[in-house]
Structures are given as C-alpha cells and as structure tokens.
C-alpha cells in the first residue's frame, strides 16, 4: 500500500476582495453623510461669529449713548452721517464702521469706507415716555426724566449688504445737561 502525501496548502489569511470592497462601500456610504453636515456647520459657525460681532458693536453704540446727554440723543446727533445709502437708498447712511472684530475704525470717513467689515446707521428717537407702573416720583408724566430715547441701530455686513439686522436701545435720560 502505497500512501499518498497529500501537501495540505496553508489557509489564506486576511480578508477577500469582496470584503474589502463592502467594507470601503460601507465607509463611503457614510462619508458621504458627513460631507453634507459640513456646508450646515460652517453656515451655523458664521451665523455664531456675526451675531457675536454685531452685540460689540451693540456695546459699543450703547456705551456712546450713555456717555451722550439726553439732549444730543433728542437731536439725533449720534446720526453723524445723515440721509439714505446712495448703494441702497431704502436705508439709512451708515455712521460707524467697525472690523471684524467689532473694533470701530477710526480715520477718515474714505479710509473706514475702504476696509470695513460691518457698518451701523444710527437713528435717535428721543422722548419716549415710560409707562406709568414704572415712572419714578409723583409728576408722573410732567418730568423729563420719564422718557426714554429709542435708538434704532442697523447693523449690515460687507459681504451680504442686503441683509440688514435692526436692534433697539431703550436710553433713559441720564441727566447730563447739554454743553
């Protein structure tokens, strides 16, 4: 009897190809979720950066009415650039310009027209009475110090002029006499 030897081959190790494409097509699959959650992120990121910006420069101008008398605020004086856009005459002219930080840009009106990021139109509403739950004192209603000065702030960013973002400041009279 004559015995065959039979060479036994070694099993393969590691995967087939076949696994190897569905694995790859698995991983594809889900890739291609995650790359359409990106333009939503970067839309909500910049959403996040501009709201932040526009409440420095709402800061900023509300630090400038405090500073103001109520006399100024009646007269409008914090509209230092008067009439509309010539860009957009539905709007007001802006009167500040600020980088994209929020830092207000100083220098010539050219200059800060040149490298804006954000600008902000103020217009002054002064003489707003208080409602009478909250007036101070018993002249309730005869006393200046009973209204408030409305102040309308538009904020529009240089990248999307049409997109104008309207914010109100309540500025009570602070008792500043005028100078």
């Given amino acids: ?13 590691g995967f087939s190809l076949i696994e190897v494409v569905l694995s790859l097509g698995i991983l594809s699959f889900a890739f291609v979720g995650l790359m359409g959650l990106i333009p939503t992120g970067l839309s909500s990121l910049d ?3 501009d709201s932040t910006v526009e409440s420095q420069i709402l800061q900023h101008i509300s630090a400038l009415c405090r500073q103001s008398t109520y006399t100024a ?9 008067p009439g509309a856009d010539p860009l957009n005459p539905n709007r ?4 500040y310009f600020f980088n994209e930080q929020g830092e207000e840009l100083k220098g010539d009106q050219a200059t800060q027209q040149a490298s804006y ?12 009475p208080v409602p009478v ?27 999307a002029p049409s997109k104008i973002r309207a914010y109100s400041l309540f500025v009570a009279n602070n008792g500043l006499a005028a100078q």
């Fill in 133 to 159: 739950g909250a007036q101070s004192g018993t002249t309730a209603g005869t006393n200046s110090y009973n209204e408030v000065a409305t102040v309308r702030v538009l904020i529009t960013k240089r990248s």
């Fill in 92 to 95: 007001p002219m802006p009167d």
């Fill in 1 to 13: 009897m004559s015995s065959k030897h039979f060479s036994e081959r070694p099993k393969p190790v």
């Fill in 47 to 49: 959403t996040a950066i």
């Fill in 117 to 128: 990021v954000y600008a902000a139109a103020v217009i002054c509403q002064a003489g707003t």
């Fill in 73 to 81: 605020l009646k007269k409008n004086l914090l509209d230092i650039n």
